[in-house]
């Protein structure tokens, strides 16, 4: 067994029994090929390495050899692997062009195929194959209107182009964790494909003055692994976000608020009945204070502070989704009182579903929850977040392939 097939599946079974061909361009960016290998293969990849010549001067095949268990195509031969591996029918289920120089960019945009990679890709899009292409270059190449162009036209053909990171004057290639969730999405398919999804996670933080706030343990560590793992099944995923204790995925759309006020005015303001399926894991305030217009003094004696009921938010989600799948989360310290409330609150709320944990699980990364329907047994899950993560959405998926509502 070759050394890169322990990797295998680690993380997930989500690329399990795909090839994904992994083109590598010119830029300083080709040093991380072999990191995007590793989390491609963690998620069941089997990875196909191509090269240009400028690649080979920045990583040798070797390293990529020793990384994917294949040698690099670096030129075509009597074989046609451009066509084998990327043509219809062919063995490949999805190009990755990571990094891709201006050079290689421009030269796909326009069909020129003078190379193993540029003449996979020509292929690849005209067989209609998915195409990922993460650039990377020096930030003023990237700012070149032919560049620019040849970017929007890629995008119109139906190629998913990451956005680079800017930092230092360059446009430096996507992290893997990123790249790699843009590959899953690509060519997902099941129960959430192609759904429309809102997560609403984190922990809001209610002001008592300009400084200080009322607030949770909560993490938001459960939120972000639901909408990171929502992303890879294909779905088209919006995150909601409080403040939270993790990094949250680069590549969701994010918008961000801190009081279950500010949560009130994005329902105001955005559509949420475009939405298949909405997901409430966030640990809203159940009461805050009338904040103080003034930092309160450090010398004043002590604080008192009258906490008023906020209002609930599930019971809004359906007003303005009545046909949305909700799932609800339920957090109790009373482990007997947990599925009664959870069910109670599936009623008054209209949910689809609730999922409760105890409040130990607040800043863990692993713990014990239970799915909670109107009828049935609670089913008990453990793990770690991510584990947990992807059970709540089987579940919920399966509920979706049989129409429930």
Request: with cysteine; net charge positive; charged share 30%.
């Amino acid at each position: 067994m070759h050394p890169s097939n322990r990797l295998r599946g680690t993380k997930s079974r989500h690329l399990d029994g795909k090839r994904v061909v992994l083109g590598v361009a010119g830029s300083i960016g080709a040093v991380e090929a072999v990191k995007i290998a590793h989390e491609l293969q963690r998620h069941g990849a089997d990875v196909l390495p191509v090269m240009t010549k400028a690649a080979t001067q920045i990583l040798g095949p070797d390293a990529l050899e020793y990384a994917t268990g294949h040698k690099p195509l670096l030129h075509l031969t009597g074989q046609g692997e451009h066509v084998k591996w990327c043509g219809k029918g062919g063995e490949a289920d999805l190009l990755l062009i990571a990094p891709a120089t201006a050079n290689t960019i421009t030269k796909i945009a326009l069909g020129i195929d003078d190379n193993a990679l540029t003449s996979c890709a020509t292929v690849a899009v005209g067989a209609g194959l998915p195409v990922v292409l993460a650039p990377a270059m020096h930030e003023v190449m990237g700012e070149h209107p032919a560049v620019k162009q040849r970017l929007r036209d890629l995008e119109r053909m139906g190629v998913t182009v990451i956005a680079p990171r800017v930092e230092e004057e360059k446009a430096k290639l996507a992290d893997a964790e990123t790249i790699v969730d843009l590959v899953c999405n690509r060519i997902a398919k099941g129960a959430l494909a192609g759904r429309n999804v809102l997560v609403i996670s984190g922990s809001t933080a209610e002001p008592l003055d300009p400084v200080r706030v009322v607030t949770n343990r909560s993490s938001g560590r459960l939120g972000v692994e639901i909408a990171r793992e929502a992303f890879r099944r294909g779905a088209r995923v919006d995150l909601w976000n409080a403040w939270g204790a993790v990094e949250l995925p680069r590549a969701l759309s994010v918008r961000r608020f801190q009081t279950v006020d500010d949560l009130l005015r994005l329902l105001d303001k955005y559509d949420v009945s475009r939405y298949d399926l909405i997901l409430v894991p966030a640990a809203l305030s159940d009461f805050a204070p009338k904040p103080s217009k003034e930092k309160i003094p450090t010398d004043a004696g002590g604080i008192d502070a009258r906490l008023e009921p906020l209002p609930k938010v599930l019971p809004r989600l359906r007003e303005d989704a009545p046909d949305a799948f909700i799932v609800g989360f339920k957090a109790e310290s009373d482990p007997k009182k947990l599925v009664e409330r959870a069910r109670e609150r599936l009623a008054s709320h209209k949910a689809n579903l609730f999922t409760g944990n105890l409040s130990d699980a607040f800043g863990a990364t692993e713990t014990t929850m239970w799915i909670i329907a109107r009828s049935g047994k609670p089913r008990e899950i453990k793990g770690h977040k991510r584990v947990l993560a992807a059970k709540i959405l089987d579940e919920v998926g399966k509920r979706l392939e049989r129409g429930e509502r």
